[in-house]
């Protein structure tokens, strides 16, 4: 049975820091690519970053300056350092999974979910 797990999540001020955690079981890690989406209340699930089996990752815009990635196929981990962090920010953020030697970028092509962790950053 997969199963991700999310942590980390929490409130934080704006400019501050969070580092969430996925990890992963009943998959074969090294060939996975993981990815991180946020959804915040009345909005649409948004793509935040992603990591490929072989460490290439992909940011967005808003997000590539300050956000970082990466992962551990040791334990089975990922980590997603956010910093100066705003407002805007705020959203339950999820981790997802995929067999592949690809790097999807859209929720779609992800098959396994964890079930989020909440993120509020106040202004």
């Known amino acids: 049975q997969v199963q991700l797990v999310e942590s980390g999540g929490g409130l934080v001020q704006a400019g501050g820091s969070l580092r969430l955690s996925c990890a992963v079981s009943g998959l074969s890690f090294s060939s996975t690519a993981i990815g991180w989406f946020r959804q915040a209340p009345g909005k649409e699930r948004e793509f935040v970053v992603a990591i490929s089996w072989s460490e290439e990752t992909y940011l967005t815009p808003s997000t590539k300056r300050r956000f970082t990635i990466c992962r551990n196929n040791v334990k089975k981990t990922v980590v997603l350092q956010m910093n100066r962090l705003k407002p805007e920010d705020t959203a339950l953020y999820f981790c997802?999974?995929?067999?592949?030697?690809?790097?999807?970028?859209?929720?779609?092509?992800?098959?396994?979910w964890g079930e989020g962790t909440q993120v509020t950053v106040s202004s």
């Open positions: 997802s999974a995929r067999r592949t030697l690809g790097l999807p970028i859209t929720g779609g092509e992800y098959v396994y």
